[in-house]
């Protein structure tokens, strides 16, 4: 009972100072914190713990999935680094991880709902799923279940072959989850794009269930 409650305090605690972090800008930081608080509420669970404060790197192995959550995540990272011809280096993981956290706080803002990272959505047997899917976040409304992907685009050069590749695998997702969503509710997948260099995403054309926006940044 003591330790739940202190489990509650310190929660509040990092929930308060990484508000204040995404208040002043620090995205990176203050998404630091909420991973601080996914290993508090996972201790008991928790394998390893590494804190590099030369670099700021930030390691945690959970005995359950959280670990390859967030392996999954950095994957897909490295491979949106990779796609617009950039390093995979520190502060390139900081500014991406920057731009999505900037991003999905604008949609929760819009959508004035709760949104969620991290969280797998699995099709099949819970124990063997069949196909996987974490997006960036999620938030769900009374009629409707969204899926927020989001790419950053340094040149509006890399534009296409980003939305090419991005829209077939969303469209997999889509005809896989879409089916199971109930009759009041439908499947909506955005897929935001998001440069500082001016985008035409009217020139695309997407799947059924699949919103194109473009936000500047």
């Given at each position: 009972m003591l330790k739940n409650l202190i489990k509650i305090i310190l929660g509040a605690v990092f929930i308060l100072f990484a508000?204040?972090?995404?208040?002043?800008?620090e995205y990176g930081y203050g998404t630091f914190l909420l991973f601080g608080l996914l290993v508090l509420f996972k201790i008991d669970e928790l394998t390893?713990?590494?804190?590099n404060l030369k670099n700021g790197q930030f390691n945690a192995n959970f005995q359950n999935s959280n670990e390859k959550t967030i392996e999954e995540k950095v994957k897909k990272l490295d491979k949106e680094i990779s796609e617009n011809k950039l390093p995979i280096t520190k502060n390139n993981y900081i500014l991406f991880q920057n731009i999505e956290s900037?991003?999905?706080?604008?949609?929760?803002?819009?959508?004035?709902?709760?949104?969620?990272?991290?969280?797998?959505?699995?099709?099949?047997?819970?124990?063997?799923?069949?196909?996987?899917?974490?997006?960036?976040?999620?938030?769900?409304?009374?009629?409707?279940?969204?899926?927020?992907?989001?790419?950053?685009?340094?040149?509006p050069e890399f534009a296409e072959n980003i939305v090419k590749q991005?829209?077939?695998?969303?469209?997999?997702?889509?005809?896989?989850?879409?089916?199971?969503m109930g009759k009041d509710k439908k499947l909506i997948i955005k897929l935001l794009l998001a440069s500082g260099q001016?985008?035409?995403?009217?020139?695309?054309?997407?799947?059924?269930?699949i919103e194109l926006e473009f936000i500047k940044i």
């Amino acid at each position: 009972m003591l330790k739940n409650l202190i489990k509650i305090i310190l929660g509040a605690v990092f929930i308060l100072f990484a508000s204040f972090l995404f208040y002043k800008t620090e995205y990176g930081y203050g998404t630091f914190l909420l991973f601080g608080l996914l290993v508090l509420f996972k201790i008991d669970e928790l394998t390893n713990l590494a804190l590099n404060l030369k670099n700021g790197q930030f390691n945690a192995n959970f005995q359950n999935s959280n670990e390859k959550t967030i392996e999954e995540k950095v994957k897909k990272l490295d491979k949106e680094i990779s796609e617009n011809k950039l390093p995979i280096t520190k502060n390139n993981y900081i500014l991406f991880q920057n731009i999505e956290s900037k991003i999905l706080a604008e949609q929760q803002k819009k959508y004035n709902a709760e949104l969620k990272t991290l969280v797998h959505f699995m099709y099949g047997q819970p124990d063997k799923p069949k196909f996987m899917y974490t997006p960036d976040g999620s938030l769900q409304t009374d009629n409707a279940l969204y899926f927020f992907e989001i790419k950053y685009i340094l040149k509006p050069e890399f534009a296409e072959n980003i939305v090419k590749q991005t829209t077939e695998y969303l469209k997999t997702i889509y005809d896989t989850f879409s089916p199971s969503m109930g009759k009041d509710k439908k499947l909506i997948i955005k897929l935001l794009l998001a440069s500082g260099q001016e985008i035409d995403a009217s020139k695309f054309s997407v799947p059924t269930g699949i919103e194109l926006e473009f936000i500047k940044i």
